[in-house]
């Protein structure tokens, strides 16, 4: 199994355009993180998980999963790194290979003393950029399949029943 562990601050103050949309509305940078990071997840099969800094905020570490991506926000008085590194610790095993994105340098070497891979922030959106340009290839493939008819019918035939379908004379 695989295992993707992002530090979500990490990620949005370093890609282009949640960076832009944190500037206005910090509430859907981390939407769209969680978006395009489900869409990571649908199209590689691996686990992911997001965490996200409440350091400063009072209360209890909070998890949740929002399209099938884990959440999590720690609690208080405890970093997102610190949590990143507890959970490499917990996930780490011979059956399951843990990556962590994050551009941070000094906990890619924290986390690579305790066995786990690393992906910088840039990394990590090209190979997103890279799924979501196959998906759109892969819906225009489909849309660009035409199903087979039962009774054969001529082109002709299949345009004029296209154009009363669409109620065109």
Do not use: C
Not at 141 to 152: G, N, R, S, W, Y
Request: aromatic share 8%; charged share 35%; no cysteine.
């Amino acid at each position: 199994m695989i295992v993707l562990v992002v530090d979500g601050y990490n990620i949005i103050g370093d890609w282009k355009e949640l960076k832009q949309l944190s500037e206005h509305d910090f509430e859907a940078s981390r939407t769209r993180l969680i978006e395009l990071l489900a869409d990571y997840q649908a199209y590689t099969g691996h686990r992911v998980i997001v965490v996200f800094d409440a350091y400063s905020v009072r209360g209890i570490e909070r998890h949740y999963t929002s399209r099938q991506v884990e959440i999590i926000f720690t609690r208080e008085k405890e970093t997102a790194d610190d949590k990143i590194e507890k959970l490499v610790k917990d996930l780490i095993n011979v059956k399951t290979k843990v990556y962590v994105a994050t551009s941070d340098y000094a906990e890619q070497w924290t986390i690579f003393s305790r066995g786990a891979l690393r992906k910088s922030a840039r990394e990590l959106e090209i190979e997103i950029n890279a799924i979501d340009r196959d998906i759109k290839k892969d819906m225009a493939q489909q849309a660009d399949v035409k199903p087979k008819a039962k009774i054969p019918l001529s082109d002709d035939v299949l345009n004029l029943f296209e154009k009363w379908r669409r109620g065109k004379k």
